[in-house]
């Protein structure tokens, strides 16, 4: 079945680095996009950026950028979303979706990989 | 940024009701919008895309309307696996954005 399996919980100090893998199956992964949401918890959802496994094309949320870089494998069909300088507010679940639409919007998230809890504490 | 406003954030009602959340964008977004439920300790899960058009496997109870800068989220008759938050998002123009949840509890 069509699904995206995240990486395992990780616990950073604050100015480290992380790196959340997502890999898909079920589903030729050059054809979809795939987005990155966080949520903090007890919050609601964020948008973090978007890269397309076909060309490597991202987009950022100006929020993270120069914190984030996202990347596909598209041998391994993963995806990656690394982000530095981290912070105690950094703490959060990342999720990775796949995007979903046609004619070349993007009209929602369709699957949505388990969630991979980052926690960011000295 | 295109901001996502819904209403109401809180909301109590029983097995059977029928109940709409109102999600208002700061400004017009076409019919790019979609709507999410999420329960605790869970991704959030697909309902409905291009402001109604109800994603496969959800069922008919859920509907979507509005376009440009209002849109609703109905459920025709409430379940005990409904309660839960539910999200809009926008995918007019980048940043993607999202309303802040509305919590639907039973009474």
């Known amino acids: 079945q069509v699904q995206l399996v995240q990486s395992g919980a990780d616990v950073k100090r604050p100015g480290a680095s992380v790196k959340v893998s997502c890999k898909a199956s079920?589903?030729?992964?050059?054809?979809?996009?795939i987005s990155w949401v966080r949520q903090a918890p007890g919050q609601g959802l964020e948008w973090m950026g978007w890269?397309?496994?076909?060309?490597?094309?991202?987009n950022y949320a100006q929020k993270f950028q120069g914190r984030v870089t996202m990347t596909t494998d598209t041998s391994t069909s993963t995806a990656y979303m690394e982000l530095r300088s981290l912070r105690s507010d950094d703490s959060a679940m990342y999720y990775c979706?796949?995007?979903?639409?046609?004619?070349?919007?993007?009209?929602?998230?369709?699957?949505w990989g388990q969630g991979t809890m980052v926690t960011v504490s000295s | 940024d295109i901001q996502l406003t819904q209403s109401p954030s809180f909301l109590s009602a029983s097995v059977g009701d029928r109940v709409t959340i109102t999600c208002r964008a700061s400004?017009?977004?076409?019919?790019?919008l979609a709507w999410y439920q999420q329960k605790p300790g869970k991704a959030p899960k697909l309902l409905i895309y291009?402001?109604?058009t109800l994603q496969s496997g959800v069922p008919s109870s859920f509907s979507g309307s509005g376009s440009g800068t209002e849109f609703t989220l109905t459920i025709s008759s409430l379940q005990p696996e409904d309660f839960a938050t539910y999200y809009c998002?926008?995918?007019?123009?980048?940043?993607?954005?999202f309303g802040q949840g509305t919590k639907l509890e039973i009474k």
């Open positions: 079920g589903y030729t992964f050059t054809n979809y996009g």
């Open positions: 998002q926008q995918l007019n123009s980048y940043p993607y954005t």
């Open positions: 291009a402001a109604s």
């Open positions: 979706a796949r995007d979903y639409g046609s004619g070349g919007s993007v009209d929602a998230f369709d699957i």
């Open positions: 400004q017009g977004i076409s019919s790019f």
């Open positions: 890269i397309t496994p076909n060309n490597g094309n991202t």
